[in-house]
């Protein structure tokens, strides 16, 4: 498919997203509440629901502009476009007054939305991933367990077939907005006689069927936007599983390569910026500090390092293909970038960081604060970013391995 000029193309963005979003106010204008700063909401239901029907009327209203899931190839339901128009489509976006996301629109658009138009049946296409790009639908990501975070394909939920139907038990944990998700992205063993990776199967489960429970945990930053999920007897048709027998693993890294894009390329503000400790230290008066001048050109020059690797990982994907072992490197910048964000306002504020006084822009940076290394766990820790690139990027050799043996045979099993 011929590709749009990219500065014809820039311009149609640029029209669409005046005509459908308010330009965005300066950080020094925004007066800093918690729920800007904060890493993760602290919200009612009922304030969190709010959230999501804005946001995803922005997210429809993208999609049907046609400018939803861009480097898909369009037989998947994308736009085929290259990283360079969505690196740009970003930019633009940066510019407007985006409706605040949450974890659970980016885990539906920009994850589950994009496994199951990759795996999927040309059926599962069109009913599921269409409305999870859409957000008519929501979905979760029920992948990590107790025993199954960093090592994923230990996991031990199990389904197993009865006809055309599965029948699955176990427990997934810290899985977010699973409490306003209408399915769950989930990974179970269907067979314990092959080496881990290789016994893993996806499913789409409607997060209504019976066996289903939902338990959210309360987070140290406050809210509660992760839940334990717990699956007993739980019966999926087959229509509903998402690659082939076994293919899990392979449908589990392209989720968690597309995991890792998202949360390195920072399209999703989550938590305060540099442009919001800037705001402090001037709001603050202590701009003229040399230490303070120091720790802000380095945050400075640490967004913009991260922003360039973003674009350079983004324009070396090919169109429409998955995200390689790179985004490893994006999503190390931007976990270590959040921390010292909150670190940096930390320091400038002293014991006023922990004391609501009802001043404008001090206390509310506590959320961020706490909530900031949730981002160092999330869609794989920091160590294990670092191994990824040892091995896959840099090419050192493997941490040994100890589990070709099949997963019953393990000890435990
Ligand atoms: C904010 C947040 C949201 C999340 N949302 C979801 C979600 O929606 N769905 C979902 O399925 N999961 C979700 N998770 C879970 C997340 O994927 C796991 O927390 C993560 O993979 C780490 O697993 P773990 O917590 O079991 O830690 P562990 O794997 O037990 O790791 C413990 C420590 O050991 C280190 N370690 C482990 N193995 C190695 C190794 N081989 N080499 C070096 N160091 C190692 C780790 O880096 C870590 O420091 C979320 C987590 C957070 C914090």
Redesign the pocket.
Known sequence: MPQPNVNEWRGEVRQWLATTLEPRRAAETTAHTAAELAV?HNLTDEEERRLLDRRRAYERARHDAGYQALTLPTENGGQGLTAAHAALFAQEEAEFDVPPST?LIS?TVRLVAMSVSLFGTPEQRETYARAFLRTDLLA?????EPGA???LAALRTRARREGEEWVIDGQ?V???GAQFAEYGLLLARTDPNVVKQAGITAFLVPMDSPGVEIRPIRQMSGGAS?NEVFLSGVRVPDGLRIGRPGQGWEVANATLAFERTASGSGNRRKGGTFDDVLALARSLNRTGDPLVRQRLADLYVRSALRAATVDRVARASAAGGRPGPEASLTKLMASDLLTRTGQAAAELMGARITADTGEPGTFAWTEHLLGAP??R????????QR?LIGERVLKLPG?PRVDKVPFSELSGN
């Open positions: 993760f974890e885990v979760c990501q029920l992948f990590s975070g960093s090592d997934k810290w899985t977010s992760f949730g981002y766990l999330a869609g794989g820790t920091d160590q294990i191994n941490e």
